[in-house]
Nanobody, 123 residues
Framework: QVQLVESGGGEVQAGDSLRLSCAAS????????MAWFRQAPGKDREFVAA????????SYADSVKGRFTVSRDNAQNTGYLEVNSLKPEDTAVYYC????????????????WGRGTQVTVSS
């Protein structure tokens, strides 16, 4: 069974940056795409960014385009989300997930999930 483990979250000030990691372990991770979602208290889980494992095609939510960068290291089976110019509204639990397409935006299309890492941004 594949496991995803996120790390790198923390409490930061507005304008700061963080690098979130998502390490995959277990049997061969065969998902085509790795995505990042986030969920703030009282809100639905929302798509943030995604990347294909094979050729690095990326996709971003409009709210983070230009501030966040998704990447992957196939040799390490690890995905990354660089989050820059953080705003208080970026405060959420950030999850990584494995699924079938970099263009899918709904959580229902991703069948492997990590437990999340908390990002808290104060003004």
């Amino acid at each position: 069974q594949v496991q995803l483990v996120e790390s790198g979250g923390g409490e930061v000030q507005a304008g700061d940056s963080l690098r979130l990691s998502c390490a995959a372990s277990g049997r061969t991770f065969s998902a085509i795409a790795m995505a990042w979602f986030r969920q703030a208290p009282g809100k639905d889980r929302e798509f943030v960014a995604a990347i294909t494992w094979s050729n690095g095609i990326t996709s971003y939510a409009d709210s983070v385009k230009g501030r966040f960068t998704v990447s992957r290291d196939n040799a390490q089976n690890t995905g990354y989300l660089e989050v820059n110019s953080l705003k208080p509204e970026d405060t959420a639990v950030y999850y990584c997930a494995g699924g079938g397409s970099v263009y899918y935006r709904s959580p229902k299309y991703f069948d492997v999930w990590g437990r999340g890492t908390q990002v808290t941004v104060s003004s």
